[in-house]
């Protein structure tokens, strides 16, 4: 079986640059989260959504990062303008309420 | 509010010893769920168990056991007879419910390293 996917593996941009990730949840899990890993901050919670509705997006950092969920299959983590400080490991993932929360494979973004 | 607190960060051991990871968590509610997450150094996050609040039983899957105890808030995992393939950041997390939700609150982590 398919895990959750996320694309790309790995980012490298320049500040300013509008970033993209991208994540595709185990077919059908009602419940998506964003993550952001770095050694100084551990495993944070950026936003996350129920049957695509977004729930809580307390943890997203400012107005610059901004999440979607089209459709039941699709989400996405734009961080427009993007900034050095935004380097990271960002992880999505996706659970059946109430349930584990399966994690896809992580992207590296790397903000020069 | 819900906290999780793992207080030892770096444990190093030989391998075939016995290894306690400690995790100690704070929550209001009076239902909730406790994990534990094993992250290898290539990085990906691995589900390991799930635990409710209303159930007490220890478990043990293989080499792994996992003690819960309410009366002192503590979901602690032990490793039996450690292989270097256990060598991982560990992660216990906790998620209340109650809620038409499932957010999880993350420890610190506890990086292992099992040398041969």
């Known amino acids: 079986d398919a895990g959750v996917i996320q694309s790309p593996r790995h980012e490298v941009t320049e500040m300013g640059q509008e970033v993209t990730l991208r994540c595709k949840p185990i077919?059908?899990?009602?419940?998506l989260f964003w993550y952001r890993q770095t050694m100084m901050r551990g495993l944070e919670l950026l936003i996350y959504?129920?049957?695509?509705?977004?729930?809580?997006d307390s943890g997203m950092p400012e107005d610059r990062f901004s999440a979607k969920m089209p459709n039941a299959s699709f989400s996405t983590l734009k961080i427009q303008p993007s900034e050095p400080r935004d380097s990271a490991v960002y992880f999505c993932?996706?659970?059946?309420?109430?349930?584990?929360?399966?994690f896809g494979p992580g992207t590296r973004l790397t903000v020069l | 509010a819900q906290k999780v607190t793992q207080a030892q960060t770096e444990i190093s051991v030989v391998e075939k010893e016995d290894v306690t990871l400690d995790c100690v968590y704070e929550?209001?509610?009076?239902?909730?769920?406790l994990f534990w997450y094993k992250q290898p150094p290539s990085g990906e996050l691995v589900f390991l168990i799930r635990?409710?609040?209303?159930?007490?039983q220890n478990e043990i899957s293989g080499r792994y056991s996992w003690n819960f105890q309410k009366s002192t808030s503590s979901f602690n995992f032990t490793i039996t007879a450690s292989q270097v393939v256990d060598s991982a950041v560990y992660f216990c997390?906790?998620?209340?419910?109650?809620?038409?939700?499932?957010?999880?609150?993350f420890g610190k982590g506890i990086t292992l390293s099992v040398r041969p």
């Open positions: 993932a996706s659970s059946l309420l109430r349930l584990e929360q399966f």
């Open positions: 077919s059908g899990h009602n419940s």
């Open positions: 959504f129920n049957n695509n509705v977004p729930i809580d």
């Open positions: 929550t209001r509610d009076t239902t909730y769920y």
């Open positions: 635990r409710n609040s209303f159930d007490e």
């Open positions: 997390a906790l998620s209340a419910q109650g809620k038409a939700n499932s957010k999880l609150t």
